[in-house]
């Protein structure tokens, strides 16, 4: 079991299969804001990239840095025990023109190979590209609106101005944080009482997202999609 990188694993859940494998050092060059990560955690203290834009700093590694990969240490910091979002903080903050290391733990890929919904037809594919996602659902595909995903994708979008990476699990916890809120000074308030404090968004900011969110609750991120 002490080769099992993972969290909690039920049928409705998303299943985050991480066989540890080699672990290995990469040096990258931050030439620009946005580096082209993903990034998730399995809430047992374990961060890893989820997935790897094209084109991006990352991507252009080529196979040195791959999907599924848990980030252990970014320089001498250990990461164990952060969550996702503290890691992307971490990456943001690390000035454009530097170099910096990453140390990373590749799983096994043969762990992916037979990993798919129960009872499908239809097997999900390998990751073994080191480019596609390694994040999977378990028994009925969960229903979401589509406004909710317009809004987690505008919010995706502005979060990469700002910390140069993509993070789906940061978007859906700002969406949700604003959702039920009438206005942004009560948004405001919620961010600034909660764990994604930290991240020091400035109000002109904040005020971007708040748009996103009320965009897309009241339906114009809609319509502007299906124009």
Same mark, same amino acid.
């Given at each position: 079991?002490?080769?099992?990188?993972? $969290?909690?694993? $039920?049928?409705?859940?998303?299943?985050?299969?991480?066989?540890? $494998? !080699?672990?290995?050092?990469?040096?990258?060059?931050?030439?620009?804001?946005?580096?082209?990560?993903?990034?998730?955690?399995?809430?047992?203290?374990?961060?890893?990239?989820?997935?790897?834009?094209?084109?991006?700093?990352?991507?252009?590694?080529?196979?040195?840095?791959?999907?599924?990969?848990?980030?252990?240490?970014?320089?001498?910091?250990?990461?164990?025990?952060?969550?996702?979002?503290?890691?992307?903080?971490?990456?943001?903050?690390?000035?454009?023109?530097?170099?910096?290391? +990453?140390?990373?733990?590749?799983?096994?890929?043969?762990?992916?190979?037979?990993?798919?919904?129960?009872?499908?037809? &239809?097997?999900?594919? !390998?990751?073994?590209?080191?480019? &596609?996602?390694?994040?999977?659902?378990?028994?009925?595909?969960?229903?979401?609106?589509?406004?909710?995903?317009?809004?987690?994708?505008?919010?995706?979008?502005?979060?990469?101005?700002?910390?140069?990476?993509?993070?789906?699990?940061?978007? &859906?916890?700002?969406?949700?944080?604003?959702?039920?809120?009438?206005?942004?000074?009560?948004?405001?308030?919620?961010?600034?009482?909660?764990?994604?404090?930290?991240?020091?968004?400035?109000?002109?900011?904040?005020?971007? +997202?708040?748009?996103?969110?009320?965009?897309?609750?009241? $339906?114009?991120?809609?319509?502007?999609?299906?124009?």
């Amino acid at each position: 079991m002490n080769k099992l990188l993972g $969290g909690q694993i $039920g049928l409705e859940d998303f299943i985050f299969a991480h066989l540890k $494998g !080699s672990v290995k050092t990469i040096q990258v060059f931050k030439g620009e804001p946005a580096l082209g990560l993903t990034i998730t955690d399995n809430g047992a203290g374990y961060a890893f990239i989820k997935r790897i834009k094209e084109g991006s700093i990352i991507d252009k590694l080529g196979d040195q840095i791959k999907v599924g990969d848990h980030i252990e240490k970014i320089n001498d910091q250990d990461l164990i025990g952060s969550r996702h979002f503290e890691v992307a903080k971490m990456l943001k903050d690390i000035p454009v023109g530097t170099t910096f290391t +990453l140390k990373l733990v590749e799983p096994t890929r043969e762990g992916f190979l037979n990993i798919g919904a129960r009872n499908s037809k &239809q097997v999900q594919k !390998s990751v073994a590209n080191g480019k &596609q996602t390694m994040r999977m659902k378990s028994g009925k595909v969960e229903k979401r609106d589509e406004f909710v995903d317009l809004a987690v994708a505008k919010i995706n979008s502005l979060l990469e101005t700002f910390m140069g990476i993509h993070d789906s699990d940061l978007a &859906q916890t700002i969406w949700e944080l604003g959702r039920d809120y009438q206005n942004p000074h009560e948004f405001i308030e919620a961010i600034a009482n909660s764990e994604i404090s930290d991240f020091g968004f400035g109000e002109d900011f904040v005020f971007d +997202l708040w748009g996103a969110i009320s965009d897309a609750r009241d $339906g114009r991120l809609m319509a502007l999609n299906n124009q």
